[in-house]
């Protein structure tokens, strides 16, 4: 059961991304790189990791391709010519994934090797062991240890981590994406400034 | 994966869709006799099966009133002609009502629609699927459900669809923000991210909205609220309803409901984003609307309103567990989404049509700065205990002097521009 899931997002998320390359209209290229995102979020939940896989949807399916789209609509764009590609460009497509298939061959080799890949839920013993790291209090050591239905609290976990342990550099991030934007906006002030004159 | 649980999630699939889809047909005769009292009018009080075309002399006429007109609007709905013009892109224009309603009802999957039944020692939660991320899959999976209005704008080929199909995109865009941002100070107090469990806290601690009581009845004579704490839940009630109200535009918005319902504007649109759809396919984008609408009112019962608690102290009175009190449970919920659709009705024959500027104003300007500040609000509110009262001061006279700064740069955003600029 589980691994039928597998195999089908993953199928899911290999199918939208050669649909993405190979279809020629750019709308029909967008809907393939959701479809593949959605894919890519299926795998996320299985392997419990909920918050991921529900933020992969919420932001790439449904805030920036739906920019993309939105975007490629108003500039009404026509279907893309076959582009002929130079000798170097194939080379390099080629190269640089077979470089990446050696590094998650060496991967699988070296770690999981002769272990059954878990696609389901985590066993309750396993939840009740790592519940000791928090207090007792917390609403993950609560979560965890729960007597009717212990649950993996990913949410709260991500939380704990980002701002316990990386809180200086989200921070840092938030400023840069604050400068970021202001950038944006004076950008777009500027060149709005500009038009008038050019009539 | 054992037997009873997906015995139990089949069973609950088919009931909660079925539910929400009868839902969707009651919206109709709802809408539809709702808006002939304010108007005045009669609105469609009988439905009669017409047996005149298979020879009889009479029709029959139902004692029930208006009630099977939903059924009298499908099958006509089945029964017209599919057309499919020359000149749209055929693929997108057949995908595009699904993406509509799929979304639409897959959402419902979170929503606890009772309190658990108990069997022995396995609980069933009543809601189909009881996850730990319940109001971020419902926000996940209703964004997808833009592609649908988009795409059936971009692929009837034509000029007023693909308006409504932009103005329907960036209009959904703008009010997730609002939407996301808005819910934030509702899940710091709940402190998670289970609906289910939100609810359960709202029936031992008063509802969110309406504090009024708790599992020891009202809050005179009732421990709970005689202690220190009882004034913060209070101040809360001012983050939280500003959150309310926020929450509840945005979801109007969302829906592509009334006073937002640019993208079908018909004064300008012809017929908006359907305009070349006709049939069983422009029923599809109807039913996705309703549904919409649904679970919109589902998640705010949920989240503001107590869910499935009955409220005056009563909840704490009925057994936990048992089957009959689940059922109560739902039905007390049902009539509290069905109060929620009403009102959205209400809103809809009562405000009218926002300008497109004014709509992105609203959700730009006010509503996106807003839920910001109330984000912090809340926030000062719930750290009292840890920072202290002085901390809370501080806080509160920073957050007043932003507030003020951005009102300022806010109004200057919304001077119109003058003539020559234009």
Known sequence: MASFAFYLFALLAVAGGGLLVTLRNPVSSALAMVLSFVGLAGLFIGLNAYFVGIVQILVYAGAIMVLFIFIIMLLDLNDEKPAKFKLSTVLAGIVIPLLLLVQILGVIQSGLHGEEAEFTKIDEETMKVSAKEFPKESAIYKSLTHEKSPKLPDTNLIGHTIFKSYNFPLQVMGALLLVATIGVVVLSKRSHKKAPTDS | ?422
């Open chain 2, 1 to 422: 994966m054992d037997t009873p649980f997906i015995i139990a999630a089949a069973i609950k699939i088919a009931v909660f869709i079925g539910i929400t889809m009868s839902f969707v047909s009651i919206c109709v005769i709802f809408e539809r006799r709702f808006s002939a009292i304010i108007q005045d009018r009669v609105g469609p009080n009988r439905t009669m099966i017409p047996l005149s075309i298979l020879g009889f002399k009479k029709d029959l006429a139902l004692p029930i009133g208006g009630l099977t007109q939903p059924v009298a609007d499908g099958l006509k709905f089945i029964l017209k002609e599919d057309f499919t013009p020359s000149y749209v892109r055929k693929f997108f224009f057949w995908l595009a009502p699904v993406l509509v309603v799929v979304p639409a009802l897959l959402t419902m999957a979170v929503i606890p629609f009772g309190s658990p039944m108990e069997f022995g020692d396995t609980i069933i939660p009543m809601a189909i699927a009881d996850l730990n991320v319940g109001p971020l899959f419902i926000f996940a999976i209703a964004s997808l459900s833009v592609y649908g209005i988009t795409l059936a704008g971009w692929a009837s080929n034509s000029k007023y669809p693909f308006f409504g199909g932009v103005r329907a995109c960036a209009q959904m865009i703008s009010y997730e923000i609002a939407l996301g941002l808005s819910v934030i100070p509702v899940l710091m107090y709940f402190g998670g991210l289970n609906l289910g469990h939100i609810v359960e806290d709202q029936v031992t601690n008063g509802w969110l909205l309406l504090p009024l009581w708790n599992e020891g009845g009202f809050i005179i004579g009732s421990g709970y609220w005689g202690e220190p704490l009882v004034a913060q839940r209070l101040l809360l009630l001012i983050p939280i309803i500003i959150s309310f109200v926020i929450f509840t535009t945005s979801i109007f918005a969302e829906t592509n409901r009334m006073p937002f319902d640019l993208p079908e504007c018909e004064t300008e649109l012809v017929g908006g984003y359907h305009t070349e759809y006709s049939s069983m396919k422009f029923a599809l984008f109807f039913m996705g609307e309703y549904a919409a609408m649904v679970v919109g009112s589902a998640l705010i019962v949920t989240l503001f309103l107590g869910g499935w608690s009955i409220g005056f102290g009563i909840d704490g009175i009925l057994p936990t567990g048992a089957w009959w009190v689940s059922l109560i449970h739902i039905g007390v919920f049902l009539t509290k989404v069905t109060f929620f659709i009403l009102f959205f009705v209400l809103v809809r024959w009562t405000v009218p049509r926002f300008r497109y500027d004014q709509l992105m104003n609203l959700g730009w300007i006010v509503f996106f700065e807003a839920a910001l500040i109330n984000v912090f609000l809340a926030a000062l509110v719930i750290a009292y205990p840890s920072i202290g009262g002085l901390g809370v001061l501080i806080g509160f006279a920073l957050l007043t002097i932003v507030t003020i700064l951005l009102i300022k740069v806010a109004k200057g955003a919304t001077q119109k521009p003058s003539a020559t600029a234009v």
